[in-house]
C-alpha cells in the first residue's frame, strides 16, 4: 500500500517537474484562491462568534422596542425604560433573570492621566447573566456599594501596570454619574467577541437623580439610553412570552399606549450581525456583506479549480500512451483515477503552503480592506487548519476529478494508436469552462462598476443643503474639575464658545443642534407629536432642537414662512414654542398650507407649538432611506454639537485658531472635530467597503482567469502547429495567424457575456432597490465589462498567438 502511494507521489512529481510552466500557472492560480478563502474564514470567524460564547447564551435575549408611527410606518429600538427590567422579573416567573446596561463612552482619571475607554452602568447581579471570570474579587462583593468599579486585566494593566488596583481610586469624568469609584474586581480579558463592552462596569445608583427619569414607563419621556436583556427560564418560547406584552403594556401605561408601542425579544446571537434585517436596527455587522464575500470567495476558487481541469484536459494527449501502457501492463480504471486525484491533490497541497504565505503578507491590506485588526496568531492558525484541510480537498478533488475520470476512460488501443487527439481538442468542454470562467469575471466587473456609480451618486448627489467646508464639535461634554455638574458643560456655554469661534474670518457661521446636523449616523430622534385637526393617536416624527442659526448656516431653504422669532425663548422652559417643518412631514398631516399650524409636543419639556415655517425637503439621512417627516424647534438649553462653516482658503490655519479656541474652554479635552467628508463616509461605511471588496475581488478574478487562459492558449498553439504551418505555406500573414488564433478566445469571452448580462442585472437591481435614490442600470456598463474581459482576454494570448504566428512552417510541418 506504501509502495503504491510512494510510486504515486515519484510520478506526479516528476510529471510537475517535467511541466514546470503549467504546474507553476496551477499553483499560483489555486494559492492566490486559497489565499482569499483563508482570510476570507479568518474574518467569518470572527464575525460568528459575536456572543456565541456565553454559557447561557442560548436563553438570553435583548428587548426590542416598537412604536408604530402614523403613516403606517415602524420604528424599533433598543432603548427602554429603565422601570423594565424589574418588573419583567417581578410580573413574569419565566423570567429568570433580567439586567439593564447602560453603555457609555467615558474617560476616567488617575494621577491626572485620562485614559478614554468604554464604561458600562448595570445591575449589580449582570454577570449571573453574562458570566465572566474575576482574577481578583468576585461577582458577590464586586459591587457592594454604589461606588464600586469593576474593569478588565487589560484596563487595569494600562491604568496601574505593575500595581494591584483593588481598593485603589479611580476617577469618572462624566456629568453625569461621575465621580470617585473603588475598583473591586478585576475581570479576565475575553478574547471572544461581544457586542457587550468588557472593559468597565459600575452598579447603577438607585438613590441618583437621573434614575427617576430613566424609570418613567411614559414613552414619550425622552432620551432612552437603558438597554434591557432576560434570561429565560429553560424551555421557555420566546414567542410565548411575547404574546403577553399587549396586556403588561397595558398594566403599566395604559391601552392607549398599547396600541402603539410593543416590546419584542431579540436572540443574543442575532443582535450583533441581524439587527437590521430583523428590526431595522443599524446593525454592528453586516450579514449581507458576508454573504456577498462567502460568494466571493467560492466564485474566485471555482475559477482557480476551472484553470486547473482545463489546463489538465487540455494536457491529455501527452499522457495518452502513459494511461495505454499503464491499462496493457494491469492497470485498473480504479489506480489511474487514484494516481490522478492523488497529482492534483499534492498540486492542492503545494498550493496551500502559497496560500499561507500570500494570506500572512496580504493581511495588512485586507485589514484595511474590511477595517478590522485581524491576527494571523498560532490560535488563528489553529482554528484555520480544518479549513484549510477542506480547502485543499475540495480543490483537489474538484480539480483532478473531471481529468482523471476522462483519462482513465480511454481504451489502450486509441491511446496507443495516438487516436484521442481529435476527441479532446477540439472539445466543447473546455471551452464551456472557459465561458463559465469569463462569465464570473464580467458579472463581478459589473457588479463593482455599478456599485461604485451607485455609491459615486450618493457622496455627488445635491443634498439640499450648503455642504462646503462644514466642521461639526461635539460640545456636550464637562470639564474634567467639575465632571458630574451640568452647569460645567460646554454646551450650557455654547453662545460663548459659539462667539469665540466667528471671531475668524473664515468662520462665517456657526449653529448648535441636539443631533447631529448633516448624514454620519443619528440625525435626528423620532418623537411622538399631536397636530391639530388630526385624528388617530399620537404622531411620531423626527424632531430636531436646533439654534436661531441653523437653517442659515446649513443653507436650508424655507418653501413658505419665516424663520424662528429672534430673541425668543427662556433657558428656563427649553424650547420656544416654534416649529419649521420640512416639506414630508407637511405632506404626511396633509396640510395645504401648514403657516399657523398647531402642535402639541408630548416629550421632555411639552406643550404646544406654531408652525412659523415650512423649508425644503432636505438629505439628513442616508440615500438608502427616503426623504423622513421632519420638524426643528428652538431649544434654548443644552445642545450637544456646535457646526461651523468654513471659507475656502486657509482652512488649516483656521483649524488651528479653532482647535487653540476649544483648549480655551475644555483644556483637557480631545479637539475630534467632524467633517462632512468623514460624516458621509460613515453613513456609507458599508457600502464603502463592498466597493472595496467588489473591486479587489473583481482583479483577483481576472488575475487566475488570465493565468489559466495563458496556460489554454500554449496549449492550443501546440497543437494547432501543424495547421499554422500549413497556413504560412499557403500565404498567410502573421497578422491573419494573430487573428485566426486570438478570435476563437474571443468568441468566448464574447459568449460569457449574454450569460453574465443578465444574472448581472437581475442582482444589482435587487440590491440598488434597498435604495431610495438610486441609478438606473445603463447598458453602457455592461458593454464596458464586457470590453475589459475582451482586451485582457486578447493581452492575455497576444504572446501565445504571435509566437505561433512567428513558427518556421518547414519545422512546423515536420511537428509531431
Known sequence: ????????????????????????????????????????????????????????????????????????????????????????????????????????????????????????????YVFDVFEAEFVQGSAQTAFEDPTSIVITE?????????????????????????????????????FEPTTIPFNMFISRDPNAQWSNKLHRWDPAAGFRPVQTYILLQEGVSPKTLEQKFPDFITRYMGAEIQKYNAYHLQPLHRVYLHSRADYDIQSFGDIDQLYTMCVIAAFILIIACVNFMNLATAQSVRRAREVGLRKV??????????????????????????????????????????????????????????????????????????????????????????????????????KGLVIFQFSISIFLIVGTLVVRNQISYMLDRDLGVDTEHLVMLPIFISSREAHFVHANRLSSRYSTVKQSFLRHPNVVGATASQYRAFPSGGGSRSK????????????????????????????????????????????????????????????????????????QKLDGGGGTGTVVGVFKDYHFDSLKEKIAPLAFVKWARLYAYLTLKIKGGQFVETMDFLEEEWYKFVPNEAFNPIFMDDGLASAYRNELRLRRIAGISSLLAIVVCCLGLFGLAAISAQRRTKEIGVRKVLGASGGQIVTMFSAEFVKLVAFASLIAWPLAYYMLDDWLADFAYRIGLDISVFVLSSVLAIAIALITVSYQAWKAAQTNPIEALKYE
Open 528 to 599: 411622538p407629536i399631536r397636530p391639530e385637526d388630526l385624528p388617530g393617536d399620537d404622531w411620531w416624527i423626527l424632531i430636531n432642537e436646533v439654534d436661531q442659526d441653523f437653517v442659515k448656516t446649513m443653507g436650508i431653504e424655507l418653501v413658505a414662512g419665516k424663520n424662528f422669532t429672534p430673541g425668543k425663548g427662556n433657558p428656563l422652559r427649553g424650547w420656544t414654542r416654534e416649529f419649521l417643518i420640512n416639506e414630508s412631514a407637511a405632506k404626511l398631516f396633509g396640510w395645504d398650507n401648514p403657516i399657523g399650524k398647531q402642535i
Open 154 to 190: 487589560r484596563m487595569a494593566n494600562v491604568i496601574y501596570g505593575e500595581e494591584n488596583p483593588m481598593g485603589r481610586v479611580l476617577t469618572v469624568v462624566n456629568s453625569i454619574f461621575g465621580g470617585d469609584y473603588i475598583v473591586r474586581g478585576v475581570l479576565k480579558d475575553r
Open 329 to 430: 501492463v494491469g492497470a485498473s480504471r480504479g489506480q489511474l483515477i487514484q494516481q490522478f486525484l492523488g497529482e492534483s491533490l499534492i498540486v492542492a497541497c503545494l498550493a496551500s503552503l502559497l496560500a499561507l504565505i500570500v494570506a500572512h503578507a496580504a493581511l495588512p491590506v485586507f485589514n484595511d480592506l474590511i477595517q478590522q485588526n485581524l491576527v494571523l496568531d498560532l490560535r488563528a492558525y489553529m482554528t484555520l487548519i480544518p479549513a484549510l484541510i477542506g480547502v485543499v480537498l475540495v480543490s483537489g478533488i474538484l480539480a483532478g476529478g473531471y481529468p482523471a475520470f476522462v483519462l482513465s476512460a480511454w481504451q489502450p488501443i486509441d491511446t496507443l494508436k495516438s487516436q484521442v487527439q481529435s476527441r479532446s481538442g477540439g472539445s466543447w468542454f473546455w
Open 1 to 124: 500500500m506504501f509502495n503504491l502511494i510512494g510510486n504515486y507521489a515519484k510520478i506526479a512529481i516528476r510529471n510537475l517537474m517535467r511541466n514546470k510552466v503549467y504546474s507553476a500557472l496551477n499553483i499560483l492560480g489555486l494559492g492566490i484562491a486559497m489565499s482569499c478563502c483563508l482570510l476570507i474564514v479568518l474574518f467569518l470567524q470572527r464575525e460568528l462568534q459575536y456572543d456565541h460564547r456565553y454559557e447561557k447564551g442560548d436563553r438570553i435575549y435583548k428587548v426590542v422596542r416598537e412604536i408604530n408611527i402614523q403613516g403606517g410606518s415602524r420604528n424599533f429600538s433598543w432603548g427602554t425604560s429603565g422601570s423594565l427590567a424589574p418588573a419583567l422579573q417581578r410580573d413574569f416567573p419565566e423570567v429568570e433573570s433580567a439586567v439593564r446596561i447602560w453603555p457609555w463612552n467615558v474617560k476616567v482619571e488617575r494621577e491626572n492621566i485620562l485614559f478614554p475607554t468604554r464604561l458600562n452602568r448595570v445591575d449589580k
